[in-house]
């Protein structure tokens, strides 16, 4: 199911080592995953989420905070019954998990940048396929997936192209306009909504958009902690104004956007 990231050959599962026909190799690690992004696509040592944000991620996710999150999009597909699915920017499964539970696929793949993220997906997840890789260069062949999940994840349109069959769903979910909307206001003294434009994207039809938006006032002080932590923003705060936040444990506004986008053309050359 896999290219080699190299040359874009296929590559073929021999015991636990996936080799092209031009011998380059990429060991199956124990968990079950395969790392297949090389030096080459890397913009830093050890890309994607470092251990601790993937950590707070995880625990808020298991806690159940953003659980309609992941039903929801598993809804929206339902219909459709995806068998060959792909979760872009699966990070450490949780999304994977309840997707591969409420629709069933043939076959779940997950990619990520985080080596740490991969390796916690393939570890809990076993029923499903996940692999370091860059969502710049998918590492799959063209027309391979019926359905893409794309939780915030940052993409390449030509590869969502590429892979998607022609007729084929690609599900967004991004941040509608007050989503983390305390957090915004701890910061700044003028606050800037998400916009509400619906982004056009070319060799796809735009199906519908739901927008769920929930309100999380029972966060402990240890739950905002992890919020903050898994969140770009949390990058923002000082030591002080982050202790004055977490104690202060206010409601948390959640707002997003779920688009529903079909393959109809076939991809740009």
């Known amino acids: 199911m896999y290219l080699c990231p190299l040359c874009q050959l296929p590559l073929v599962l021999t015991q636990r080592q996936y080799q092209c026909s031009t011998k380059h190799s990429f060991d199956l690690a124990k968990e079950g995953y ?3 992004l090389p030096v ?8 994607g989420d470092n251990t601790e944000m993937m950590q ?8 159940g905070w953003y659980q309609g999150v992941a039903e929801q999009a598993a809804v929206m597909l339902s219909a459709y019954k995806p068998q060959q699915l792909l979760d872009l920017g699966c990070g450490e499964g949780y999304y994977s998990g309840i997707l591969q539970q409420q629709l069933a696929p043939q076959q779940l793949h997950g990619i990520d940048i985080s080596k740490a993220a991969i390796r916690f997906a393939a570890k809990h997840y076993p029923k499903g396929h996940f692999a370091v890789a860059s969502a710049y260069q998918l590492p799959f062949a063209a027309g391979q997936f019926d359905a893409i999940v794309r ?13 998607l069959k022609v007729g084929g769903y690609l599900l967004t979910v991004t941040p509608a306009p007050a989503h983390l909307l305390q957090i915004k ?15 056009a994207l070319t060799g796809f039809q735009h199906l519908q958009r ?6 999380l006032d029972k966060l402990t002080a240890e739950d905002l902690t992890h919020l903050i932590t898994m969140v770009p923003l949390g990058w923002k705060f000082n ?6 936040f977490v104690n202060s444990k206010p ?11 079909q393959r109809l053309t076939v991809a740009a050359a």
């Open 40 to 47: 080459q696509q890397k913009k830093s040592l050890d890309p």
């Open 251 to 261: 409601a948390i506004q959640c707002d997003f956007y779920f688009d529903l986008y």
């Open 34 to 36: 395969v790392n297949l």
């Open 210 to 215: 739901q927008q769920l938006s929930f309100s």
């Open 239 to 244: 030591q002080e104004t982050r202790a004055n």
């Open 185 to 199: 206001q701890a910061l700044y003294n003028e606050v800037k909504l998400h916009s509400s434009d619906i982004t």
């Open 151 to 163: 939780i915030y994840a940052p993409s390449l349109l030509s590869e969502l192209q590429r892979v």
């Open 56 to 63: 707070a991620r995880r625990a808020f996710l298991q806690a």
